[in-house]
């Protein structure tokens, strides 16, 4: 059995995408990744809404005329693929907010005021007259609201810039949506411009830095230095205790016998009928040890022949 074919999730957006007046016109347009004919709208709580094409197209759009607050909420669209009648997932949500240009606008502070450096926490304090709303922070430039805050005992929301930059240079507002009807507006009220300049850099900071740099890089010399060393000294300890275990071990070449002297004993020669005289010789090995006791063993005897008279 194949497994079932998935079909791709469709996408829903506003035109106008904000600032929708009670009253006006809005379209909400639902772009399509396969070529689809029927389209479903959908509005949580409300009734869905269902469109045909004759054609099979890749967009359908829902437009609504003279917008009334029952229209203000959030929507999904669907759509199902003719060839093999499966309906897509539902589409992400939009919100539809509609603006009533009777609530009165929220008033506006900024602390500190207007030109701060960069890096400094600023604080925007929006209010009404007491209504229990959502305050949003909105700025110029931006499609979406910046933050969104549950206003403190009813009528007072503080929002906090951390760390500003240049980039939060800007037109700031307040709008309000009230607790009873979530996707109604007010107006947006009035404006706070803030401008945050660059901060330079205190006296001393560029010295500061090219002495750390310095510190660092003979810091890092003076390392290698020592590794370097510890390396050569490993490396002669190395090679004298290979030479010395190379001497003492049994392929090594003997070493030279040692010398032998001989010593002419005090006696009288001797010598016998043939005329030959004979001389005693003492055979002395060299020792660098003391000399011994005269108890010591008798050293050997040799004799020699030594011609006297012509004879031998």
């Not at 030279?256 to 006696?267: I, R």
């Amino acid at each position: 059995m194949l497994p079932p074919v998935l079909v791709p999730r469709p996408s829903l957006s506003l035109h106008p995408s904000q600032g929708v007046s009670l009253g006006g016109n809005v379209t909400l347009r639902c772009h399509l990744p396969r070529l689809a004919a029927w389209v479903w709208l959908y509005q949580e709580g409300g009734w869905p809404y269902k469109k045909r094409k004759e054609k099979e197209q890749d967009a359908a759009e829902f437009s609504i005329v003279s917008t009334q607050r029952e229209h203000a909420g959030r929507y999904r669209c669907q759509y199902r693929v003719s060839e093999s009648a499966e309906v897509s997932v539902k589409s992400d949500p939009v919100e539809l907010v509609l603006t009533d240009l009777r609530y009165p606008p929220s008033s506006i502070s900024l602390h500190p005021e207007q030109h701060v450096g960069t890096g400094t926490n600023v604080t925007i304090r929006c209010w009404n007259k007491d209504y229990g709303a959502a305050f949003l922070l909105h700025k110029d430039g931006s499609s979406d609201p910046l933050q969104r805050q549950e206003s403190s005992g009813g009528d007072t929301a503080t929002f906090t810039l951390f760390g500003v930059t240049p980039a939060y240079s800007g037109t700031y507002r307040c709008s309000y949506r009230l607790w009873r009807y979530a996707f109604m507006s007010s107006p947006l009220g009035d404006s706070v411009m803030l401008e945050v300049t660059p901060t330079a850099a205190p006296p001393g900071a560029a010295d500061s830095s090219h002495g750390n740099l310095v510190v660092a890089v003979v810091g890092g010399c003076t390392a290698a230095f020592v590794f370097i060393l510890v390396l050569i000294i490993f490396f002669l300890l190395s090679a004298r205790r290979r030479r010395t275990q190379r001497d003492e071990s049994p392929g090594a070449p003997p070493k030279k016998p040692e010398a032998t002297e001989f010593q002419l004993c005090p006696q009288v020669p001797s010598s016998d009928s043939e005329g030959l005289t004979y001389l005693e010789l003492q055979a002395v090995t060299p020792s660098t040890q003391p000399p011994s006791s005269p108890a010591a063993t008798q050293p050997s005897v040799i004799y020699t022949e030594v011609a006297v008279g012509g004879r031998h």
